[in-house]
């Protein structure tokens, strides 16, 4: 497997964002001859937010006479596996959502996705996009996808339930969070909202508590093949969250949620707390009862200091929602993606508090979404940006990652199981 170890940096400083760039907007796409019919699969299930996904294709539609633009939509963890489904039947999708990474690597080198390098060299298309971003859908000097929106995983509260417990700041460090969750439970409050039947939710924790002991230098180190995922900093990133599990500061069933059983608990004020990403807001919209209440009492804080730690407090763990494009794909399929990916595409969609923070320079401004600034700001000041383990690490090592990261936090391995497990299956992945 032909894996890139090009470090992938997200320093999106403020003179980036405002910097001038060739922003390319599309405006005569290719027009469909005849009959022509785009698949398109996406994981936008929000009932309120469906409309506009539905908009953009009927307006690329409306420009090319003939086509048509298929959609599917489909849950998260439903998604993932149709996908995978589809791929093994050597039959992907025209458009679908990638979160870039080791994933979309992998069926890259299979063959399945389009390069779509030359495009993005025409008309300063790559150039419009915030070059970091960019940078999670290549490898090798090939570019498989175009990112759509980026942003990071962050700790949401409620306001009310800090206020309700006496907490008068959000924590900073570890032992300042951990301590915040026991004044919760000493309230009656449960801290913290977990659907770790996804596992993936969870995987968060351990993920960002490797980043904080062993920052930057730790991964490469693991990736590189110069250190290993058995590594110290990986041992303690285990450790660490034994002491907030130990603590049971979750709801009730947590193993079993789903993640939309656990933002559902979370969007009513049923738990203080979620450690979630940018899309937060917008998805629980439609799963609050008074969704402007909640939007009002939210806030956001960026995963705690771990004390002694090499990481720095502006590395951030994250990612985003991107676009591929199948190997068989018609032309349009990566004509239509442009269209969804121009600056006015961009500014309208952030203007609706939707696909946010934007990955297209010039956009940021149009965002109007106040819950969403906090973490805008944390991205502009970002040292290190890690894409989610579980989408950059190889499919095969990802599966580690989620399975024994989720035994961890049910109490059945302990930390240096963890880690070891992780170094033995990135050690056979990579054939060293």
Request: proline share 5%.
């Given at each position: 497997m032909s894996i890139s170890t090009n470090r992938r940096r997200f320093v999106v400083g403020g003179s980036a964002l405002a910097a001038s760039a060739a922003i390319w907007t599309h405006t005569s796409p290719a027009t469909a001859q005849d009959s022509t019919t785009i698949t398109w699969w996406h994981i936008t299930t929000q009932e309120d937010l469906q409309p506009i996904m539905q908009a953009a294709a009927d307006g690329f539609m409306e420009q090319n006479p003939g086509l048509q633009i298929e959609i599917t939509v489909l849950e998260n963890e439903a998604f993932k596996s149709k996908l995978a489904t589809s791929m093994?039947?050597?039959?992907?999708?025209?458009?679908?959502?990638?979160?870039?990474?080791?994933?979309?690597?992998?069926?890259?080198?299979?063959?399945?996705?389009?390069?779509?390098?030359?495009?993005?060299?025409?008309?300063?298309?790559?150039?419009?996009?915030?070059?970091?971003?960019?940078?999670?859908?290549?490898?090798?000097?090939?570019?498989?996808?175009?990112?759509?929106?980026?942003?990071?995983?962050?700790?949401?509260?409620?306001?009310?339930?800090?206020?309700?417990?006496?907490?008068?700041?959000?924590?900073?460090?570890?032992?300042?969070?951990?301590?915040?969750?026991?004044?919760?439970?000493?309230?009656?409050?449960t801290p913290i909202s977990l659907g770790e039947g996804d596992k993936w939710p969870g995987h968060f924790y351990w993920c960002y508590l490797a980043i904080r002991n062993g920052g930057q230098e730790a991964f490469e180190a693991a990736y590189s093949g110069e250190g290993s995922f058995a590594d110290e900093p990986f041992v303690k990133a285990g450790q660490d969250l034994q002491q907030l599990i130990e603590l049971e500061p979750?709801?009730?069933?947590?193993?079993?949620?789903?993640y939309p059983d656990a933002s559902t608990i979370f969007a009513n004020a049923g738990a203080a707390m979620e450690l979630m990403g940018h899309w937060s807001p917008s998805n629980m919209d439609g799963l609050a009862e008074d969704p402007e209440a909640m939007r009002a009492d939210l806030g956001w804080f960026p995963f705690p200091v771990v004390e002694g730690g090499a990481g720095l407090p502006t590395d951030v763990l994250g990612g985003g929602d991107g676009f591929a494009i199948g190997a068989n794909a018609d032309d349009l399929a990566v004509e239509f993606v442009r269209y969804m990916t121009s600056l006015e595409m961009q500014r309208d969609w952030a203007a609706q508090g939707f696909a946010v923070p934007p990955t297209v320079l010039g956009a940021e401004d149009a965002v109007t979404d106040q819950n969403l600034i906090p973490v805008m700001e944390a991205l502009a000041n970002a040292t290190y940006f890690q894409l989610y383990y579980d989408q950059f690490l190889p499919p095969a090592v990802a599966g580690v990652v989620l399975d024994e990261t989720q035994a961890l936090i049910a109490g059945q391995q302990s930390p240096e199981g963890v880690a070891e497990a992780i170094a033995a299956s990135f050690q056979q992945e990579m054939g060293s």
């Open positions: 093994q039947s050597g039959e992907p999708p025209d458009v679908f959502q990638s979160w870039g990474g080791g994933v979309l690597y992998e069926y890259a080198n299979a063959g399945l996705v389009r390069d779509i390098t030359e495009q993005l060299a025409q008309d300063g298309w790559g150039d419009s996009f915030v070059p970091s971003a960019l940078a999670l859908y290549g490898q090798d000097g090939q570019t498989f996808g175009v990112p759509w929106r980026t942003g990071m995983i962050g700790v949401w509260y409620r306001k009310s339930l800090f206020e309700q417990a006496g907490i008068e700041a959000p924590p900073e460090t570890w032992t300042e969070f951990l301590e915040t969750v026991e004044t919760l439970k000493g309230a009656g409050i979750f709801q009730s069933g947590f193993l079993g949620a789903t």
